[in-house]
């Protein structure tokens, strides 16, 4: 008998909320796939409480051209597991990272929807119903949006099953919306 797991992380998919506001969202690779992981490894991380289990975390690149400068937020539609992260598989979960952005050419920061203070942040999580807003240096709007995201992949204890294959998925859309600045 073969002990062999299949992980595929899939379907991150991206979408334009503000239709009267053009703008065209691409993410590098919509589909991650982890391929085939040995069980036994899997067994391993999980029994020593290794987060990822084994599953690297990845980064993609996201870019967004608009035909107006605006100011935008960014925003993953899919499953929550908890308040800060996405649901991956039956048991597991994906925390998403926005970092490195650069809006027009300029370095860029993020703020987090509905926290005090608005805190310039240079990375910031995308946690599920929550919008994060990308502003450049020195400005509120832009036409040329560029950033990394960030895919860390978790198992907990226990998540790994006793059959010989399952695929692991997680399923969203991301949104990127032009808001009033």
Known sequence: MSKWSLLVLAALSAGVAAEERRCALTVSSPHLDYGVVPLAALREHVGRGVLGAGLEA??????????????????????????????????????????????????AYFRLEG??????????????????????????????????????????????PSWERERWRMDGVFELEAVDA
């Open 115 to 160: 926290e005090a203070g608005g805190e310039r942040l240079r990375s910031a999580p995308l946690r599920p119903g929550q919008r994060v807003y990308v502003y450049p240096d020195g400005g509120e709007t832009g036409r040329a949006l560029q950033l990394e995201l960030e895919v860390r992949p978790a198992l907990p204890a226990g998540a790994v």
């Open 58 to 107: 990845r980064v993609l690149s996201l870019q967004a051209v608009c035909d107006q400068p605006q100011a935008l937020a960014l925003r993953f539609n899919g499953p929550a597991a908890d308040a800060a992260s996405f649901r991956f598989g039956p048991q597991g979960s994906v925390r998403l990272v926005l970092r490195s952005a650069t809006l027009d050419g300029r370095a």
